[in-house]
């Protein structure tokens, strides 16, 4: 492995290579599409280490099941974009030890958050026996997840999306919505946060990006976001987030959100 082919060790990218990250659209603080310009934390972040690594990239615009599908049952799977090469890497996914099957990774960047939402006139109960869970196939939030923080007694309903398991909540045809989210969520605006399975650590060490097995990109975006950090840059671009994640927030819902630390203190 030479010094300069950043971790490849063979079919190395050359200089002129350009590295493709795929984003969601959100809208969070780290995705969102404002003015038809797509904006927020990934966007920066990677121009910040990409600069910092002398790697020409770029945020692409993409459908999440382009880069993580689920079979029958609800367990991950590459999906056909980042299999197939359409882009190189996908950003702002929670790292899990299940994911490493299948995926190569990054270091974490901000902490992955996980709660059931309700809606908003419903009790916080303290078990979920009997109660019916929506969960949204390739996230993280899946009925293992919360398997392993002690519920067993629940009801398993699938959603195809977000939206669609809040309309579940929101029409009560599901009790609760298990959620794995970004700060500055917009779609959970106006649902009430459960207090039972919301440690996101137990399935998650955090938030960061996805590559095929053979990809070189996380030997060179690891080094280069160490150096990033040492600099001050990371807790900077943090800083800058934070206030422009609430900012986005206010924009897309009229409400002003709770704060949340955005990045790792």
């Known amino acids: 492995m030479g010094a300069s082919d950043g971790g490849c060790q063979r079919s190395c990218p050359g ?6 990250f795929a984003s969601g659209d959100g809208p969070n603080f780290a995705e969102y599409v404002k003015d038809s310009v797509l904006k927020g934390f990934n966007v920066d972040i990677v121009e910040k280490v990409c600069g910092i690594a002398g790697k020409k990239c770029k945020v692409v615009l993409d459908e999440y099941s ?7 049952a609800g367990n991950n799977r590459p999906g056909r974009g980042l299999s197939a090469g359409w882009f190189d890497a996908c950003i702002s996914w929670g790292l899990t030890t299940y994911r490493n099957n299948f995926f190569n990774v990054t270091k974490p960047f901000y902490p992955s958050l996980l709660g059931i939402f309700a809606h908003p006139d419903s009790p916080d109960f303290n078990s979920l026996d009997g109660k019916k869970i929506a969960f949204v196939k390739g996230w993280y939030s899946s009925p293992d997840c919360l398997k392993s923080q002690g519920e067993t007694g629940f009801v398993t309903m699938w ?9 579940m909540v929101m029409d009560r045809t599901a009790d609760g919505f298990y959620y794995s989210y970004n700060p500055y969520d ?5 649902l009430k946060k459960l207090s039972v399975a919301s440690d996101a650590t137990v399935c998650a060490s955090g938030t960061g990006i996805l590559v095929k097995k053979d990809s070189p990109l996380p030997i060179w975006w690891n080094k280069a976001f160490k150096n990033f950090q040492a600099s001050g840059g990371y ?3 943090c800083a800058k987030h934070q206030v422009e994640g609430r900012q986005m ?3 897309f819902t009229g409400n002003s959100p709770d704060y949340i630390d955005v990045c790792f203190t």
């Open 15 to 20: 200089d002129d290579k350009v590295w493709l």
């Open 66 to 72: 382009e880069c993580v599908v689920s079979n029958s």
């Open 159 to 167: 959603a195809t999306d977000a939206a669609a398991a809040r309309t």
């Open 186 to 190: 917009t779609f959970i605006d106006g």
């Open 235 to 237: 807790r900077a671009l």
């Open 249 to 251: 927030y206010e924009y």
